[in-house]
C-alpha cells in the first residue's frame, strides 16, 4: 500500500518519508522554475507536493503533536518559494496563494 510504520505500528517513518520526498520535488521546482509567482507555485504544489504529503491520510492519520508540526513545519517552509510572499507571516501566505493549511485539509 506504501505507507511506512515501524514495529510500534507508529508512522513517523512514514511522515518522515513523505516530507523526505516532498522535499526533493520542492527543490526540483526550485531548480526548474526561475520566476515563482503565487499562480505557478499553487499549481505546483497543488498538483505536485500535496499529494506524497496526504497520501493514504486515512490511515496514517497524525496522532502525535511532533508528527503535525513536522508536517507543518514543511509546509511553512515549501510555500515560502514564493519570494514576494516570504516576508509575511505563514497565515497570511496561505490567504495570498489561497491554500488550507495541511491540518484544515486532513479535518
Known amino acids: 500500500m506504501g505507507i511506512w510504520i515501524d514495529v510500534k505500528l507508529k508512522f513517523a517513518s512514514h511522515i518522515g518519508y513523505a516530507v523526505a520526498k516532498s522535499n526533493q520535488l520542492v527543490g ?5 522554475f526561475v ?3 503565487t499562480e505557478i507555485i499553487e499549481r505546483l504544489f497543488t ?3 500535496r ?5 493514504a491520510n486515512s490511515v496514517w492519520h497524525p496522532r502525535f503533536k511532533k508528527d503535525a508540526k513536522q508536517l507543518e ?16 507571516s505563514y497565515q497570511n501566505r496561505l490567504q495570498a496563494l489561497d491554500l488550507p493549511s495541511l491540518v484544515q485539509r486532513r479535518y
Do not use: G, N, Q, W
Open 35 to 37: 520566476y515563482r509567482d
Open 47 to 49: 498538483t505536485l507536493v
Open 28 to 32: 526540483l521546482i526550485k531548480r526548474c
Open 51 to 55: 499529494p506524497h504529503l496526504e497520501y
Open 73 to 88: 513545519k514543511f509546509h511553512r517552509h515549501a510555500i515560502k518559494l514564493v519570494t514576494s510572499l516570504r516576508d509575511m
